[in-house]
T-cell receptor
């Protein structure tokens, strides 16, 4: 069964460093999302992406963050100058046209030390 | 402000019982709703979607949507210990497919 895959599963980085989280959405899906979940808190929307551009972003998604679809399969989230409060699980999701059903990857646990 | 509200629980039910999970939403423009199951430390897993008023059944799961009262529910029949997880309700407005609104989730404990 097709699935969204994310790498790495766990990333530890020093405060101030840049990280890139990678996602391979399901192949025939056209809508992509990044969400994050701080430990013990709710799933928070970061950004949605369609037709090679950002379709919506939250107030969390400031200049520190960027997304890119560098090729036909990968979808990346870059976090510049990481802060301690960026520590969270980051989830990528994708969905096809014609349905609202979004499927999540297994997540990347980002720990900023 | 579009919100999806859930009781955080925990909801405890004995094995074999029916678990009833509820969600209310504030945005009347939300037309599509989804239930996700999330085990501790794992990602949300889609288990049900519902788009119209009434009930939708899939195996042991039944989703219910009442747009007039703005609530969504999930019934789990013959609950199993493996159903113990946090259940997330999510809404998607018909006028904006760019953003799902998640509730904070209800933790379900099924006791053997």
């Amino acid at each position: 069964e097709p699935e969204v895959t994310q790498t790495p599963s766990h990333q530890v980085t020093q405060m101030g460093q840049e990280v890139i989280l990678r996602c391979v959405p399901i192949s025939n899906h056209l809508y992509f999302y990044w969400y994050r979940q701080i430990l013990g808190q709710k799933v928070e929307f970061l950004v949605s992406f369609y037709n090679n551009e950002i379709s919506e972003k939250s107030e969390i998604f400031d200049d520190q963050f960027s997304v890119e679809r560098p090729d036909g399969s990968n979808f990346t989230l870059k976090i510049r100058s990481t802060k301690l409060e960026d520590s969270a699980m980051y989830f990528c999701a994708s969905r096809p046209t014609g349905t609202g059903e979004a499927f999540f990857g297994q997540g990347t646990r980002l720990t900023v030390v | 402000q579009k919100e999806v509200e859930q009781n955080s629980g925990p909801l405890s039910v004995p094995e074999g019982a029916i678990a009833s999970l509820n969600c209310t939403y504030s945005d009347r423009g939300s037309q599509s709703f989804f239930w996700y199951r999330q085990y501790s430390g794992k990602s949300p897993e889609l288990i049900m979607s519902i788009y119209s008023n009434g009930d939708k059944e899939d195996g042991r799961f039944t989703a219910q949507l009442n747009k007039a009262s703005q609530y969504v529910s999930l019934l789990i029949r013959d609950s199993q210990p493996s159903d113990s997880a946090t259940y997330l309700c999510a809404g998607l407005p018909s006028y904006n497919f760019n953003k799902f609104y998640f509730g904070s989730g209800t933790k379900l404990n099924v006791k053997p």
